[in-house]
């Protein structure tokens, strides 16, 4: 029993010295502030309106804080606008608004006229001739009643969101999980047994896939 309380005791305090380097070598490179940024990818990009677009820097050194980093758009704030709130990171995410030119910058906290890079981005509308969706996964899905079902479709560039809406043939075997019916992603809840068909359709157009959801009393997938 000695002998068994002795290893616990070793290997406890092997592992609080461990997490006590790995903690040490944490703190050591928090905060650090980097010292250059390099852009990744073209430095001018075109997308279509209702797009969504991601630019991203490389930090130096790797281990600094990128919490340094500021992103702002210099021009055309009405041509693209940031996709959420984090906008000191070594990426940020934008949204295509309508047709025409911004520029975006992104430097180091307080080095903004040394350390700046900067990307044009186009954004032109898109011809509605070319716009498509497609299916992603099986055309046929089962599903088990009283339970969840997401269905997706893909589509190509320009389509926003609020464009894709979905519709549910039977909805005493099916029915949407939220209010909002639009978006290139949607979650159902089963009813009961029985077999339907959900289609996405873009707006104003025939453009559209169809799904057959198939809702079993058990379902073993």
């Given at each position: 029993?000695?002998?068994?309380?002795?290893?616990?005791?070793?290997?406890?305090?092997?592992?609080?010295?461990?997490?006590s380097?790995?903690?040490?070598v944490?703190?050591?490179?928090?905060?650090?502030?980097?010292?250059?940024?390099?852009?990744?990818?073209?430095?001018?990009?075109?997308?279509?309106?209702?797009?969504?677009?991601?630019?991203?820097?490389?930090?130096?050194?790797?281990?600094?804080?990128?919490?340094?980093?500021?992103?702002?758009?210099?021009?055309?704030?009405?041509?693209?606008?940031?996709?959420?709130?984090?906008?000191?990171?070594?990426?940020?995410?934008?949204?295509?608004?309508?047709?025409?030119?911004?520029?975006?910058?992104?430097?180091?906290?307080?080095?903004?006229?040394?350390?700046?890079?900067?990307?044009?981005?186009?954004?032109?509308?898109?011809?509605?001739?070319?716009?498509?969706?497609t299916?992603?996964?099986?055309?046929?899905?089962?599903?088990?009643?009283?339970?969840?079902?997401?269905?997706?479709?893909?589509?190509?560039?320009?389509?926003?969101?609020?464009?894709?809406?979905?519709?549910?043939?039977?909805?005493?075997?099916?029915?949407?999980?939220?209010?909002?019916?639009?978006?290139h992603?949607?979650?159902?809840r089963?009813?009961?047994?029985?077999?339907?068909?959900?289609?996405?359709?873009?707006?104003?157009?025939?453009?559209?896939?169809?799904?057959?959801?198939?809702?079993?009393?058990?379902?073993?997938?």
């Open positions: 029993m000695k002998k068994i309380r002795s290893k616990i005791i070793l290997l406890t305090t092997i592992l609080a010295l461990f997490l380097a790995v903690l040490t944490s703190a050591a490179y928090a905060g650090i502030k980097p010292k250059k940024i390099s852009r990744i990818g073209t430095a001018s990009r075109t997308v279509m309106v209702g797009d969504e677009l991601e630019l991203k820097v490389n930090v130096k050194p790797l281990y600094a804080d990128d919490d340094y980093l500021r992103w702002k758009i210099t021009s055309g704030k009405d041509v693209i606008r940031f996709d959420d709130y984090d906008t000191h990171d070594d990426e940020a995410d934008f949204r295509a608004l309508k047709a025409g030119t911004a520029k975006v910058r992104c430097y180091i906290k307080g080095k903004e006229a040394s350390t700046k890079i900067s990307f044009t981005i186009k954004v032109k509308n898109p011809n509605p001739a070319d716009q498509t969706i299916r992603v996964g099986p055309a046929t899905q089962m599903a088990e009643a009283y339970d969840d079902i997401e269905l997706e479709v893909k589509k190509s560039g320009g389509i926003a969101e609020s464009q894709l809406e979905w519709s549910i043939a039977d909805t005493k075997i099916l029915q949407f999980d939220e209010l909002k019916h639009t978006g992603e949607m979650e159902f089963t009813l009961k047994p029985g077999t339907t068909t959900v289609t996405c359709q873009i707006k104003g157009t025939d453009k559209k896939v169809t799904f057959t959801v198939k809702v079993l009393a058990y379902y073993d997938d």
